[in-house]
């Protein structure tokens, strides 16, 4: 399996514009997990994903962002309208089984809102 | 409140033992210890995980103390890709807790 994949791997935009981030878990593993990395704030859960359904959403920071899970293969994460302190790196990453089982981080998405 | 408390830095010369410290004196009897690090500008990497026997793996060995307050991490042979942000975590297993990083050991390995 080529892991957890992400994509774009960097990504800059205008303030105000629709920014899509999207992940690809690895097969067969049923947890998704969005994290997002600032320098002042480090690793941040953002929301989680067990089967496709969203679990948890309490680390989202504002109705600005959301995130969808269609299937077991796909997920997104979306800001709209972007500000420039959403400036981050943001992670997907993916389990079989759960937080205890070992997690498997994606090499991001550096995200420039200018 | 954090479960686990880490010295921010440490340096290491390459080709020696790199001992991390971990505190956990408030950890239940059943939550695990974690470690997981972060080579820069890449997603972190699962290392190793333990509850109270020592541990190891391909890439280091964790120590827990009998009382089960704090924890080493060990790499035997460090080398210049080991220079990482190692985090200690503790999980309950099978349990509703969340993979929270926190502010971990920068490790920097000198030549």
């Known amino acids: 399996d080529a892991g957890v994949i992400q994509s774009p791997r960097h990504e800059v935009t205008e303030m105000g514009q629709e920014v899509t981030l999207r992940c690809k878990p690895i097969s067969g593993h049923d947890y998704l997990f969005w994290y997002r990395q600032t320098m002042m704030r480090g690793l941040e859960l953002l929301i989680y994903f067990n089967n496709n359904v969203p679990i948890d959403d309490s680390g989202m920071p504002e109705d600005r962002f959301s995130a969808k899970m269609p299937n077991a293969s796909f997920s997104t994460l979306k800001i709209q309208p972007s500000e420039p302190r959403d400036s981050a790196v943001y992670f997907c990453a993916s389990t079989l089984g759960g937080w205890d089982t070992e997690a498997f981080f994606g090499q991001g998405t550096r995200l420039t809102v200018v | 409140d954090a479960k686990t408390t880490q010295p921010p830095s440490m340096d290491c010369a390459e080709g020696r033992a790199a001992n991390l410290p971990c505190n956990h004196s408030t950890i239940s009897g059943n939550e695990y210890v974690y470690w997981y690090r972060q080579i820069h500008s890449q997603g972190p990497q699962y290392i190793i995980h333990?509850?109270?026997n020592n541990e190891t793996n391909e890439m280091a060995s964790l120590i827990i103390t009998e009382d089960r307050k704090s924890s080493t991490l060990i790499l035997p042979h460090a080398t210049l890709r080991d220079t990482a942000v190692y985090y200690c975590?503790?999980?309950?297993?099978?349990?509703?807790?969340?993979?929270?990083f926190g502010k971990g050991t920068k490790l920097t390995v000198n030549p």
């Open positions: 975590i503790a999980l309950t297993q099978g349990g509703s807790e969340k993979l929270v």
């Open positions: 333990g509850l109270k």
